[in-house]
């Protein structure tokens, strides 16, 4: 079965750097399908972070970016913040499985 | 500013219908552009997502739910359902609504959620 695979934790000291993998196949980010990333604070929905591989909807700070390579996708976070504290998400379309698929999520956790 | 809330029954019993609506404001319906999304979270898990509809009715349904799933739409009411038939406690999680960008995208923004237990 096609997965998005992602670390289960990440931490890091504020104002350091971290990034999120999100690893898939020649089914979906393999496939040139573009990945999305959201950030899930405790108790409430997601939130779009990143589009198209690359992009921030308007009002999301470029502490944050997105890059693809090959089946591969990550997020970046830099200068970290407490109020970054969350779990991540990234997401794709899958062409065998024909839906969209979320990887399993990464809890960010800020020293 | 597009906004999206969830409605239904916080609890089903085992073997019923789940049902969920979710009415949109602050924005077009009606637009070619976008789908209607369902996803749900299960405790724990991972986000699934379930199904997508257009305002003209067409759908999208997850494989693996594809027997139990019916989707529509009411455009009068800027509205659209999910239906889920043979209910089990598998099917208990956090139920979001989302508006789907393009035919291939990205799901934004979403409702806040709401929970729906299966257990007698």
């Known amino acids: 079965q096609s997965v998005l695979t992602q670390p289960p934790s990440v931490s890091g000291a504020p104002g350091q750097r971290v990034t999120i993998s999100c690893t898939g196949s020649?089914?979906?980010?393999?496939?040139?399908?573009?990945v999305q990333w959201y950030q899930q604070l405790p108790g409430t929905a997601p939130k779009l972070l990143i589009f198209?591989?690359?992009n921030r909807p308007s009002g999301v700070p470029d502490r944050f970016s997105g890059s693809r390579s090959g089946a591969s996708a990550s997020l970046a976070i830099t200068g970290l913040q407490a109020e970054d504290e969350a779990d991540y998400y990234c997401?794709?379309?899958?062409?065998?499985?024909?839906?969209?698929?979320f990887g399993g999520g990464t809890k960010l956790t800020v020293l | 500013q597009l906004q999206l809330q969830e409605s239904g029954p916080g609890l089903v019993k085992p073997s019923e219908t789940l049902s969920l609506t979710c009415t949109v404001s602050?924005?077009?319906?009606?637009?070619?552009?976008?789908?209607w999304a369902w996803i749900r979270q299960p405790p724990g898990k991972r986000l699934e997502w379930i199904g997508s509809?257009?305002?003209?009715?067409?759908?999208y349904y997850s494989p693996p739910l594809k027997s139990r799933i019916t989707m529509s739409v009411d455009t009068s009411r800027k509205q659209f359902s999910l239906k889920l038939t043979s209910a089990s406690a598998a099917d208990t999680a956090l139920y979001f609504c989302?508006?789907?960008?393009?035919?291939?995208?990205?799901?934004?923004?979403w409702g806040q959620g709401t929970l729906v237990s299966v257990s007698s």
């Open positions: 989302a508006r789907l960008e393009g035919s291939i995208g990205w799901f934004d923004p």
């Open positions: 602050g924005g077009s319906f009606n637009s070619g552009s976008y789908f």
């Open positions: 509809v257009h305002y003209s009715g067409s759908t």
């Open positions: 020649t089914a979906n980010i393999g496939a040139n399908y573009d």
């Open positions: 198209g591989n690359t």
């Open positions: 997401q794709t379309f899958d062409n065998s499985l024909t839906v969209w698929l």
